[in-house]
């Protein structure tokens, strides 16, 4: 489920008639991964995130994504096709999510 932007679980358990709405943390995983497999070179800068918002709102056939830079930060600027959603990941997201090498390396 999709909520502002962020994946969330519905977690429902018959037997006790519990239902939670839990944080899904894999966008936070993905953003860690990309920043390292295709680090960031903004194709766009905006000073403002109303000003992205509008951009991307604007393209008529937008990339499924494309690094942003907004007031200086960079965003991930993605295209959800099978739900027909554009959003603003902000890079940050992904501090603290970092996953440890397991090679070590060289000179180690």
Known sequence: MLIENRFHNVFYDRERNFRRLLP?????????????EAPPVATASFASLEEAEAWLKAQPSPARWAWVSIAGEFYLAVYHPNINHRALYPLSMSNGYEEEDDEPQEGQ
């Open 24 to 36: 899904e943390r894999s966008l936070e995983y993905y953003l860690a991964d990309l920043k390292k």
